[in-house]
């Protein structure tokens, strides 16, 4: 399906019939492209780059497409790195968490840290977490191809 040229959002690089390969969703799913370009919320004067996430009810572009500023979308994949180290270590706790030391760790951006942690206030974090795991153990062969291109990118720019 072809990314919508007249909404606010201005893509410059697109990857359309996302639909095919969104993961556990592919074939059965909104969203229907990704694409990088100038963020819907730029000002006079003031021009940002944003990654959007296009969702097509079948009928109309859907208002739950999602815009994100790039450092976020690559917060996110350092988060994702992060627990994904966490939970294939996480057998070692008889909860999946040590609920005296909930701390996974943390991140050095921007000169602070981005601290991650189990979140001990959730209070079904015992089947929670055992859910999540499950779904990361099902998940992982497509997670890793991800992960795995990931690396091959990075180190083609130069990273590794």
């Known amino acids: 399906m072809k990314i919508p ?14 639909d095919r390969l969104d993961g556990q969703y592919a074939k059965d799913t909104d969203a229907q492209g990704l694409s990088l370009g100038l963020a819907q919320w730029n000002e006079k004067g003031k021009v940002d780059i944003s990654a959007k996430v296009w969702r097509h009810t079948g009928e109309k572009w859907s ?39 909930p701390a996974v760790g943390s991140i ?28 990361l153990a099902r998940e992982g062969e497509r997670i890793g191809e991800r992960l795995t291109r990931l690396a091959a990118a990075l180190k083609e ?3 590794l």
Do not use: W
């Open 108 to 135: 050095d951006l921007q000169g602070e840290k981005m601290e991650i942690a189990v979140d001990t206030e959730n209070p079904e974090l015992d089947e929670d977490i055992a859910l999540f795991r499950d779904c």
């Open 63 to 101: 208002r739950q497409s999602e815009e994100l500023p790039l450092h976020r979308v690559l917060d996110l994949t350092l988060l994702i790195c992060k627990t994904q180290k966490y939970m294939n270590e996480a057998y070692r706790f008889e909860k999946l968490y040590d609920p005296a030391a």
């Open 5 to 18: 040229t007249h909404l606010k959002h201005k893509a410059v690089f697109v990857a359309e019939d996302y």
């Open 157 to 159: 720019l130069g990273y």
